[in-house]
């Protein structure tokens, strides 16, 4: 028998209520703010729905809340290792709050960043746009459009998360330091990426108060084959210690050596940054760990704020609007760090 209510007997929002003894504004706020709701209510209703077989009309809700329950995740490379546990994190958080999510990849592209952009502002309520390779006033016109909360970009008058990994860049330097190392090289990512230049900032201006020399060479697409490739030039400067911008690098330094028959940390002593692949190289990575996840869950949290209360959206260059959070870093030390041993007795 078909069931109450609705097109072609398809259950209404109405028969869900009923069936669960709620009302229909409840049933609602189940599918649009859930987190408004006990969790025990939201459980039942779902139940309830799922068994009736209902599917909230997600075009209705647009038109009665003025909302599409939709958001998008923006990030330069979905390949690169550092965004997925971003993007897992802020999926499942938007989800947790009744809100389906749109991925878009840029390829390390502003030109495709701005393309897509312009075409998510009128398919979601708001936009997490991770490490943008834009200009700072092409960032603050799209925040002015929709709801917008950076992540790694430091931009004045719009909502962001920073992994500052300047903490445990600096500790990485002394780390070197300690061991004996006077000369170690900064390989670069993206001259674009914000992370980058706060990278490369912390390893000069550390260097320079421990009384050690550094070099900085790039800028590198990150990317194994780019750590590879910078190998020989690493070598070349006589440097004994190489920071890289981020773990995909530092692993194909890694390889690199290998090739060359030379022995990590003897030869050369190798950090990463971000603890995105260390206990999966060989030997284990010593490397920089950032809290990519809880960036990921803290920007959706952020951005659905601004979504529950558009003017504070719309006010996005006053200063007292504007959340910025961010988030520390630390060094964890494995096996790919130690004295310049076989270097050191060759010069």
Sequence with gaps: MARRGG???APTIRLVAS????????????FSKPHLLRESTVVHVKE???????????????????????????????????????IRAAQGHAYGAGFSTL??????DPAKEADLLA???????????????????????????RPLV??????TGVARVLVDSAAGVRQAVDHLAELGHQHITYVSGPDSSWSNQQRRSAVLEQSAARGITATVQGAHR????????????????????????????????????????LAIPDDLSVIGCDDILAVNTYPPLTTIRSRISEAGRLAVEMLLQLVENRAEADAGEDDRMEPRHALTSSLIPRATTGPPIRRSRKG
């Excluded at 209705?60 to 390949?79: E, F, K, M, N, Y």
């Design 19 to 30: 069936t669960a003894g709620v009302s229909t504004a409840t049933v609602s706020r189940v």
């Design 119 to 145: 075409t998510l502002e009128q398919r979601t309520d708001g936009i997490v746009l991770v490490s943008s390779r834009l200009p700072e006033d092409v960032v603050r016109r799209h925040a002015r459009h």
């Design 7 to 9: 097109r072609q007997g």
């Design 150 to 155: 950076l992540v790694n970009r430091d931009i």
């Design 222 to 261: 990150p990317e194994h084959d780019a750590g590879r490739a910078a190998t020989a030039e690493i070598l070349a400067s006589g440097a004994t210690a190489a920071i890289a911008f981020d773990d995909t690098i530092a692993q194909g330094i890694l390889s690199g050596m290998a090739e060359r028959g």
């Design 103 to 108: 991925l878009g990849d840029t390829d390390e």
């Design 48 to 86: 309830v729905a799922a068994q009736l077989g209902y599917v909230p009309h997600h075009t209705a809700q647009a038109l009665s809340t003025g909302r599409l329950g939709t958001i998008a995740v923006v990030v330069p490379d979905i390949a690169n290792p550092f965004f997925p546990p971003v």
